[in-house]
């Protein structure tokens, strides 16, 4: 199952252009397509499998051969089949394989088509080996691959320095995260190996061998478990996209939107909730860090839920909303319903991969305009697109009638608000964090549904924007897709590249332009089949999921808590507020979308201050940017041309000076030479004829 | 040894050592300047000699360690004589080389390695 789409990214890695010429795009899609739905048919199986057997018993470690093998720490090649890996593996090949059909389409005008497609299958490989590997350092190599495959797509449209400066933004604050998770795996395995028990073949970071021990030795070392607590988690808030270090996913948006939709919103972006389940003995051993993970998620989600409402570009209305829906994830593992986290991730990677490929798909057909005010009324052009969106407005808002019936957000985001409202701990001055945290999450709740309506009432409602405005100037537009369109024309006809060969842009500058007379079509059956197939599942996803606890008892072998440490249970009042929240967030929307100015210009302080992301990440680039340049500068001239250089150089001077003062005794004249023998021997003498004496 | 006292011998040596040394300090010319270390080697065998001919002359009877004495200083003389031998043919032919090349043997001129 792993093996496929490494296969499908080795064969369109060596072959992939040579194949496109050979047998056309058609043929390299489906080579592309084929390895992950196939590997989806086997993740089905295999659950289905799994299922079958006791739930006791539903662990399985395949072992592999060994990988490292030193004295006293042997790390195999080894996969864990439970309930968790297979749905995070159910998740990525069945989300994946849609995305993938969704990129032939929307990638089929696009020049590098191979290219893209084996970036995709390295992904999907990188990131099954994260939620597949039985070790902590396979999923560190597959965390890394997955950061990779994110940088590689990210700067796709790599001849436009605004995307490779996006990538690298996020391959930097990536890094950040990773500093942590390392640390987080090295203090592991240093407190692992420095319990008496004996743990088997000295497999110090397989899970199913460390987490009985990691238990016992944490609860020895509290304050060590509070440390590896954070550092894990920093590495996974880097992952995650958790405040501070956020800051690289709004960017990443650069990249094209299937990968917007794979990578920053239903899978890669999930692997810190998928870290926080594998390793929650290790944040229940410490109620302080799962508290500030608790408060951190709340900031989050309110933070870039504000942010959105400044938003005009829809894909970044949609990356803040990941961010916002990433935060409640945590709040809900920091209140201990690790599960429900799980949950919230399927159902996120079903509405929001809906809402990404819905948005591409309007950019699409659009001509790669990604202004939301530039749009209106697409209800009547594109129906499908319409209707699914519509469907994943309502799941991401959680609309449903408790008791009966809800859209799949509406459990998974029960589930996470619960245990942390049900939390009565006084533990910040009589007031609860986790339920404070909890009671943001609400008001969240709201915000989420009110931004998504105003998206959704400005692209598909209203007036015909694009006819009657001027084009809003594009004030910062991605300026991803000048690649994309035109290049079907200048491929068929000119197989050497004679014109790509030449500046790009000005050939297609008209191209790119949306015009007033421009007509919107409905996208190709290849990209809403995809859509229509993620609205089943968003509409169906969570109540299946929640009937009866469906996923929670799933979940249970891999995700129980197992320490005394138990989540409280959620309030009953619950459902129906969050059930109104939903409502009253929808109503809130239309307001705004309804008062919308178009013009930045009117827009109030407060709202262009969202825009600006309340100005940190201005902050954050003058600080860590511009800080780390002059610290650089600083350095340059004090330390190394002052201080290293004068050493050197001054060394080097002595030398010569030494050597200068010495050479007036190189007269070059022979007889001086004797001269001075002489009157050295006669020293010589005299000092052992006198100077021996005594 | 016919009377002639060991320091008329050393008094010799010494005068044609000192007339080496300045012939070497005062003369331009590296043959002279040749001749004058010729000089004081020659000065340095013939103390080497007289020493090894009054150490038997002083002692009343012959021992072995003044035997020895008497065959080392005699055999330093054989070695100085064979290494000056070598050093002339060297420095002639170093000479020879330098006044092909610079038709000119003068070493106050010879300063090319003057710091």
Known sequence: MLLLPIAGFLLLALAGSRLEKMLGKRAVGALAVLPIAVAFGITSYLTQQLAGIDAAHRSIVMSGPSWIDIMGLRIPFELLVDPLSMTMSLIITGVGSLIFLYSTGYMGAEREYSRFFTYMNLFAAAMLLLVLGNNLLLLFVGWEGVGLCSYLLIGFWYKDLANAKAANKAFVVNRIGDWGLTLGLLLITALVAGTTRHVPDARYLSYDAILPELKIALERHPDMATLAAFLLFIGAAGKSAQFPLYLWLPDAMAGPTPVSALIHAATMVTSGVVLLNRMHVVFESAPLASTVICGIGAFTALFAALIAFGQTDIKKVLAYSTVSQLGFMFIGCGAGAYWAGIFHVTTHAFFKALLFLGAGAVIHAMSHNQDMRNYGNLKKYMPITFTTMVIGTLAISAIGIPGVFGFAGFYSKEALLGPALGDTNGDMGGVSALALSGQIGLFVAVLTAAYMMRLTWLTFFGKERWRTQPIVAEDHEEGAHEDAQPRLATLDSDPYGFFLSSEPKSVEEHDHALTSDHTPKEVSPSMWLPLVVLAVLSVGGGYVLENNGLLEKWLQPSSAPVTSFVPAEAPSWLPMVSAGAGLLGLVFGLIVANAEKFDLAKWSGLRLWARNQFGFDELMTNFAVQGGSELAVVLDEGVEVGLIDRIVNGSAGVAAWIGKVLSVAQRGLVRSYAVLMLLGGIAILSYMMLGGKH | ?115
């Open chain 2, 1 to 115: 040894m016919n009377g002639v006292p060991l320091a008329a011998y050393l008094g010799l040596g010494l005068f044609m050592f000192c007339v080496g040394i300045v012939g070497v300090i005062v003369r331009r010319n590296p043959i002279v300047i040749f001749m004058c270390v010729e000089l004081m080697l020659n000065a340095a065998n013939l103390t080497f000699l007289s020493f090894a001919r009054y150490r038997i002359a002083e002692s009343s009877r012959v021992t072995i360690e003044a035997e020895r004495s008497v065959m080392a200083g005699q055999m330093m003389v054989i070695f100085v004589m064979a290494v000056a031998a070598a050093e002339v043919a060297v420095g002639l032919g170093i000479i020879m080389t330098i006044f092909r090349s610079r038709n000119n043997v003068d070493v106050d001129e010879l300063n090319l390695l003057r710091g």
